[in-house]
């Protein structure tokens, strides 16, 4: 199974404690690509989620219905393994670089999706020789390896793409018909739409705008609540301005970009705001939250 083999690549990382200013994300199937993000005549015939750690993952396989040996050829999979915080997703996504920057790394990956495709045609396949290429980098958060793999019955000629974005890598294998070479139109459509389907689901919103809680009062410390984001962002970060009496007419407060700001004596006449800015590898969006009572 391809779910195996990316639960056994990847790294068990500490997870994130939850962040209450993040709606949950969009189901794990929705960042997935559909049989219409292939060549026609593609059908789901498996798909199924798991839970590993800090990590789910949902995988999705596509068959035309061809047949190598005993089983359908899979013509495709795509995979997505969302991680609880950005920071064990890019270390994998690091790890993985490594891994393929070498000859015996990018061989043991190569067969461990090998197997994959090809496990249900046991008895019926010998695989003779597996050549697997250098990684190509497609951008700076995605890469491609290509496969090629000489059986008794035909060769097969693979590409295995990887996505990075936050806090998903994404998966997109495509295995050609025995003797016919895959596009690089195919895989050029398959890895646009598997990076669509995740950046749509990581795009940076706010909902609920953040909120200033503490006594307006000099010596007092007033705490920001970040309020409520779709689109998962790994970051915030504030900016703390003094305004006039009504809320408006607001300067920014040099250094003041902490989760809190203490009042001091300064700071008598004026009402305050923070804005609040929420971050990902995708895009990121300010927040303002309304202003507090004017301090005596």
Not at 9 to 23: D, E, F, I, K, N
Not at 191 to 207: G, H, L, M, P, Q
Not at 287 to 295: D, E, F, M, R
Request: with cysteine; hydrophobic share 40%; net charge positive.
């Amino acid at each position: 199974m391809a779910t195996t083999a990316i639960c056994a690549l990847v790294l068990a990382a500490t997870a994130a404690g939850s962040r209450r200013a993040s709606t949950p994300l969009q189901s794990l199937a929705s960042m997935a690509l559909a049989p219409g993000d292939f060549q026609p005549g593609a059908k789901v015939v498996e798909q199924a989620t798991t839970r590993s750690g800090d990590q789910q993952v949902f995988v999705r396989r596509f068959s035309t219905g061809v047949r190598l040996g005993i089983q359908p050829l899979l013509t495709a999979v795509s995979e997505v393994v969302l991680y609880n915080d950005a920071s064990s997703s890019t270390s994998d996504f690091a790890l993985l670089q490594s891994q393929l920057a070498t000859k015996s790394g990018r061989r043991s990956f190569a067969t461990e999706f090998t197997h994959g495709f090809l496990a249900g045609a046991k008895g019926k396949l010998k695989v003779i020789k597996t050549v697997v290429g250098p990684p190509v980098a497609l951008d700076a958060n995605s890469l491609g390896l290509p496969v090629t793999v000489t059986t008794n019955l035909g060769t097969l000629r693979m590409a295995i793409d990887v996505v990075h974005v936050d806090r998903i890598l994404g998966m997109v294998f495509l295995a050609g018909l025995p003797n016919r070479k895959i596009a690089a139109a195919d895989t050029a459509r398959a890895n646009a739409a598997a990076e669509a389907r995740i950046k749509t689901a990581f795009t940076v919103a706010n909902s609920e705008a953040p909120t200033i809680s503490g006594e307006a009062q000099q010596g007092q410390t007033l705490t920001v609540d970040e309020g409520s984001w779709v689109g998962a962002p790994s970051s915030f970060s504030y900016a703390w301005a003094r305004c006039d009496t009504t809320g408006g007419t607001c300067t920014p407060i040099d250094g003041a970009t902490d989760k809190t700001y203490t009042l001091t004596t300064a700071d008598s006449g004026f009402t305050f705001r923070v804005t609040v800015t929420g971050t990902n590898t995708v895009n990121s969006q300010q927040a303002a939250s309304s202003p507090t009572a004017a301090i005596p």
